[in-house]
C-alpha cells in the first residue's frame, strides 16, 4: 500500500532560518507529490506540486522541494523562515490512477 | 472566482442531535471529499464520491452519511451515532479520472463542537 512518512510532527526554527520539511513516500512508479499549508482554523492550500519534468519545484512564499526519485523523497525547504510561516505542512501523494495520500502533518513553529 | 464553500464554520451540537455540514463547490470537479481532522491525527477520509448519486466510505463513515445529488454540493450529516463529533471537518474537491495532477481545492472548514 501507498503511505507517506512525514519526518517529525514539529519543527521549530528561527526566524530568518532554513526551513527543512521533510516527507517520504511509497510508491513502485513515481507519482505526484503535493505540498499544502494549514493555518489555524482554516482549510488547506496548495503550496506547490510535483507532476512531471523538473525536479526542483517553486512554489508559494518562497517554498520550494525537490522529487528525488532515487530517495523516494519530496522534501521541503525555504532558506530564511518568517514568522508568518507558522502553520501545518503536509506533504501529500497521488499514485497516478489514485485518490490523495496525505502525511501525518508537520506543525511548524518560528521563533523570534 | 471558483471555489469551495463550507458552511457554518462554527457549529453546535447538542447530545443526540443530527446536524448537517454544507459543502458547495462551483469549479465544476466531479470528485468530492469529506475529512475529519483531529489534533495530532492529520487528515481523515470520511466518504467520498466521484459521481452525482454514488458515494464511497473512506477509513472512518461510521456514524456519518452523505448525499450526492447536485454535481456541486455533497453535505455531510453527522448523526447521533458518532460518539465522538467534536473536530474540525474539510471538504474537498477534484477532477476525476486518471491520475489527479492538480491535487484537491479545499473548503476553510466547519468546526463542530458537542455541548
Known amino acids: 500500500a501507498q503511505s507517506v512518512t512525514q519526518l517529525g510532527s514539529h519543527v521549530s526554527v528561527s526566524e530568518g532560518a532554513l526551513v527543512l520539511l521533510r516527507c517520504n513516500y511509497s510508491s513502485s512508479v513515481p507519482p505526484y507529490l503535493f505540498w499544502y499549508v494549514q493555518y489555524p482554523n482554516q482549510g488547506l492550500q496548495l503550496l506547490l506540486k510535483?507532476?512531471?519534468?523538473?525536479?526542483l519545484v517553486k512554489g508559494i512564499n518562497g517554498f520550494e522541494a525537490e522529487f528525488k526519485k532515487s530517495e523516494t523523497s519530496f522534501h521541503l525547504t525555504k532558506p530564511s523562515a518568517h514568522m508568518s510561516d507558522a502553520a501545518e505542512y503536509f506533504c501529500a501523494v497521488s499514485p497516478q490512477g489514485g485518490k490523495l495520500i496525505f502525511g501525518q502533518g508537520t506543525e511548524l513553529s518560528v521563533k523570534p | 472566482d471558483g471555489g469551495i464553500t463550507q458552511s457554518p464554520k462554527y457549529l453546535f451540537r447538542k447530545e443526540g442531535q443530527n446536524v448537517t455540514l454544507s459543502c458547495e463547490q462551483n469549479?465544476?470537479?466531479?470528485?468530492m471529499y469529506w475529512y475529519r481532522q483531529d489534533p495530532g491525527q492529520g487528515l481523515r477520509l470520511i466518504y467520498y464520491s466521484q459521481i452525482v448519486n454514488d458515494f464511497q466510505k473512506g477509513d472512518i463513515a461510521e456514524g456519518y452519511s452523505v448525499s450526492r445529488e447536485k454535481k456541486e454540493s455533497f453535505p455531510l450529516t453527522v448523526t447521533s451515532a458518532q460518539k465522538n463529533p467534536t473536530a474540525f471537518y474539510l471538504c474537498?474537491?477534484?477532477?476525476?479520472?486518471?491520475?489527479?495532477?492538480?491535487?484537491?481545492?479545499f473548503g476553510s472548514g466547519t468546526r463542530l463542537t458537542v455541548v
Open positions: 510535483y507532476t512531471t519534468g523538473a525536479t
Open positions: 474537498a474537491s477534484s477532477i476525476a479520472g486518471t491520475g489527479y495532477p492538480d491535487g484537491y481545492t
Open positions: 469549479l465544476n470537479h466531479d470528485a
